[in-house]
């Protein structure tokens, strides 16, 4: 991983534009992450655009970000980058329209921090040990000794802050805490930046996810919480995906689970899980088994079948799982 984390800095040091990418329907770590290396390469002269898969949408939540205002999204995406990043993206399907950019990159580096991650660049930073692919860039930069500005801080902080779960994940660790002290003595002003990362909800999408809660349904031999929601919902409420990011994460919050379930119909026909888990189960195998990634605790795939046929699959995933593992103390 060093002598990998080594060389990827040295191809960004030595390059004069790059091509900055991570996955489909970024979460706060992605986009950090991307918008974080992007500003600190702006910062040093070498030119970099950025951008993710097509529809270029981003979250309202991270739309504060600084960069986030001038992505670049296919057809205007370089179709063969001397130098390409992707970040926080464990496969190259996750790449979507952006894929044909990376297979013909002349050189491809792949920071990530997903276990599931399966090295399809050129040279492969990827630590699983790391809370956030955010902290992977962060590391770089001190140890290279490249300038953080207040820019890239804001974008590192709210990658760490999104994939800690607000530092409360148990992949919080002293690394953590000493990587946002750094960022928050650059100049991140936490509360804001919390506040819209965290707590700002348009009214439309409380009354959304009060359905969405409303139709939990728990699984009590399985310790499984369970919902879903599909276009209609979304309609009904006008309320857009990316703005539901957040759901899994009220849903997951159930005493009574050990797992968390979201079947989403994300756009017509195309129906999204996530997968949330205490620990106990590993959630991240189940998805790879099922085309898709994520970590232990967190993880997702893009289902073939219908919601409820991905849902009565799943418990029976889950309880394979449990049984796999035995009876817990
Ligand atoms: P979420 O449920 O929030 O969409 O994703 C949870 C975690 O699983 C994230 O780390 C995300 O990157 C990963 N993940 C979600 N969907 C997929 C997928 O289709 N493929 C892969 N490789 N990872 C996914
Ligand atoms: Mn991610």
């Not at 939540?61 to 001038?70: C, K, N, Q, R």
């Not at 888990?277 to 893009?302: K, P, Q």
Request: hydrophobic share 45%; net charge negative; with cysteine.
């Amino acid at each position: 991983m060093e002598s990998q984390l080594v060389r990827a800095a040295e191809i960004l040091e030595s390059a004069s534009s790059v091509a900055l990418a991570c996955h489909t329907s970024p979460d706060g770590d992605a986009l950090g992450t991307m918008l974080g290396l992007h500003h600190i390469l702006t910062s040093r002269g070498i030119s970099a655009v950025s951008g993710f898969p097509s529809p270029l949408e981003v979250p309202p939540h991270y739309a504060f970000l600084p960069g986030a205002e001038s992505l670049t999204a296919q057809p205007a995406y370089p179709a063969a980058p001397e130098v390409m990043v992707t970040v926080d993206c464990g496969s190259i399907d996750r790449l979507d329209d952006l894929r044909p950019s990376a297979e013909a990159a002349r050189t491809l580096v792949v920071i990530d921090h997903h276990g599931s991650n399966t090295n399809y660049g050129h040279v492969n930073v990827i630590d699983p040990s790391a809370a956030a692919s955010a902290l992977i860039v962060f590391r770089m930069a001190r140890e290279r000794g490249w300038e953080i500005n207040s820019d890239a801080a804001m974008c590192l902080y709210t990658g760490i802050a999104t994939d800690t779960g607000r530092f409360q994940f148990d992949n919080t660790t002293p690394e953590v805490f000493r990587a946002v002290a750094d960022l928050a003595e650059i100049g991140v002003p936490i509360a804001p930046v919390s506040r819209t990362l965290f707590e700002e909800h348009r009214l439309a999408f409380m009354k959304f996810l009060g359905r969405v809660l409303s139709r939990c349904e728990l699984d009590a031999e399985r310790q499984m919480v369970i919902s879903w929601y599909d276009q209609a919902d979304l309609e009904y409420f006008g309320v857009t995906m990316p703005e539901t990011e957040s759901v899994i994460d009220f849903i997951r919050q159930a005493k009574e689970a050990e797992v968390a379930l979201l079947v989403k119909e994300s756009a017509p026909g195309e129906i999204k899980v996530s997968l949330r888990s205490l620990g106990g189960i590993d959630v991240a195998s189940i998805c790879v088994e099922r085309g898709g990634g994520g970590h232990r605790m967190a993880a997702g795939y893009t289902s073939r079948m219908g919601i409820h046929e991905t849902i009565a699959e799943l418990k029976m995933a889950v309880g394979a799982a449990m049984s796999e593992r035995g009876p817990t103390a």
